[in-house]
């Protein structure tokens, strides 16, 4: 299936280009269906909107570029829940995979639904979620791709419509499992699988243990490894987010006491309110006895500067420090889920065991009521049809385990990068912060020498000599004159 159009689309999603040059599609397919270095690179764009009132929708463009190029040489358009049809694809398709994250940012009200600022905060997170995709090692080859980029606005509808992207409540775990079936023995069957595997939830729930892999005792650990990551991770974000946020309520603080300072500055001198002209060195030396000290209008300019460093500060730690404590935060979730889909496919593998299990009780019933019957022959039928029914599913269990053994594998790669990743993003954070920290502490303590080097008193109010790091002798005594 070709992935692309080489026309750039108009929204809603267009057809396929009659004079799309198809030389070099499936090696475009299999570059971007994810795995490595790719030589393409993908950008979302140009959020359209189509429709009126509550039936309005977001469309994004999807270019796709060569390397080095600026020119797309294919593109498509898709709503924000077309990513997240793809996202839940994804996890169906390769179960402990560690899918990026696509964050959740429903707006409830049709204003904000409709903000520039909401589609831009999804247009980036979604451009971030199909570049990791398409670089992830475990997601190579996925058949829901080809489906996405698919120029063919009808081949994309019928996928999202044999794979709703829906709870697992009864219908949608029958259309995931097998949506070519349709016979009323088949569904009956699913029904029951569903069922019992119910029971097998609440039993898992109530402290029942379930039947492992040779490989339960080192899943055991990444589960618990997982869960002490997760304490500390949360201890770290509050932490910094802590450090990051005193910016902010700096900033706040300073600009409202600069406002009140230069209230103060009014009320005391109400002519230089009425004359612009009156500058600091007038109404300084009208107070000689304070003409060592900075003007109140001057601190209360200062502490502007200072409020205006401290937000421009917390922008930029938002930008830089902020960014990746949410992805840390949306790798762990994404984990987490690998391991969820890992679970569900030893429930699945626990479900069929228990059927078996449900079956041969049965059989067994049937057998001993002929034996006691006068006529045993009657019950030969039931038997066949029972024992057939167990070998069916002592396959299916089979299969169930060389999936679960495969899921299992998939979760185990996927943790080694996992740590890797996590051992990385930290340092990266903490020398990002610091590199924020540097470049404004400079900023910051240059707005202070202002205070302590006023212009009218030629040098630092506090005189005298100085310590070994640059601090006054007389400091101690200046405090406790005061």
């Known amino acids: 299936m070709a992935l692309f159009s080489s026309a750039a689309p108009s929204a809603p999603p267009s057809g396929v280009d009659d004079a799309y040059d198809s030389n070099g599609q499936e090696a475009r397919e299999r570059e971007i269906e994810g795995g490595g270095a790719p030589s393409l690179r993908l950008s979302v764009t140009d959020p359209q909107q189509i429709g009126e009132g509550r039936n309005i929708h977001t469309y994004y463009r999807i270019d796709v570029y060569q390397t080095g ?20 694809r994804l996890h169906a398709e390769r179960p402990g995979a560690m899918v990026p994250i696509i964050p959740h940012t429903q707006a409830v009200q049709m204003s904000k639904r409709l903000s520039e600022e909401l589609i831009e905060e999804r247009r980036g ?12 090692p475990e997601l190579e080859g996925v058949p829901s791709l080809s489906a996405f980029f698919s120029p063919n606005a009808e081949a994309f509808e019928a996928a999202k419509k044999a794979y709703p992207a829906s709870g697992m409540d009864v219908a949608s775990l029958l259309a995931e499992e097998d949506t070519n079936t349709t016979t009323a023995a088949k569904v009956s069957e699913k029904l029951k699988h569903f069922f019992v595997k119910a029971t097998v939830k609440v039993k898992a729930a109530r402290g029942g243990e379930l039947e492992e892999t040779d490989d ?28 990051v946020n005193v910016s ?75 960014s990746l404590i949410q992805e840390l ?4 979730k994404s984990a987490r889920l690998a391991l969820k889909r890992r679970k569900n496919a030893q429930l699945t593998y626990n479900t069929y065991l228990q059927q ?13 009521a002929a034996d006691m019957s006068a006529q045993p022959a009657n019950s030969d039928g039931k038997v066949a049809e029972l024992q057939k029914s167990i070998d069916t599913t002592r396959e299916a269990a089979n299969n169930a385990r060389i999936e679960l053994d495969v899921v299992t594998q998939r979760v185990f790669r996927e943790m080694d990068r996992f740590k890797l990743g996590v051992d990385v993003e930290l340092r990266k954070l903490y020398v990002m912060h610091a590199r924020v920290e540097r470049d404004y502490s400079e900023q910051l303590d240059c707005e202070w020498r202002k ?18 790091v640059g601090n006054s002798v007389n400091d101690a005594e200046e405090m406790q004159m005061i």
């Open 69 to 88: 190029s600026s020119t797309p040489i294919a593109s498509v358009r898709r709503r924000y829940s077309d990513f997240q049809w793809l996202f839940q």
């Open 125 to 136: 997170h979604l451009a971030r979620f199909l570049r990791n995709v398409q670089i992830h």
């Open 216 to 243: 339960g005792a080192q899943m055991e650990a990444v589960a618990h490894y997982l869960n002490e990551l997760d304490v500390h991770i949360k201890t770290i974000v509050k932490a910094t987010l802590y450090l």
């Open 248 to 322: 902010r309520e700096s900033s706040t603080n300073m600009h409202d006491l600069g406002q009140s300072l230069f209230g103060l500055h009014q009320l005391n001198h109400p002519e230089s309110a009425n004359n612009p002209y009156v500058v600091d060195s007038e109404l300084q030396s009208n107070n000689t006895s304070s003409s060592n000290y900075p003007s109140i209008k001057s601190i209360s300019n200062i502490f502007s500067s200072l409020s205006a460093v401290h937000k421009v500060k917390y922008d930029e730690h938002q930008l830089k420090v902020g």
């Open 329 to 332: 935060e949306w790798s762990i």
């Open 356 to 368: 078996v299990k449900n079956r041969e009780q049965a059989l067994d019933k049937v057998v001993k």
């Open 451 to 468: 205070m302590l080097n006023p212009p009218s008193s030629g040098g630092d109010i506090s005189g005298g000599a100085k310590d070994g």
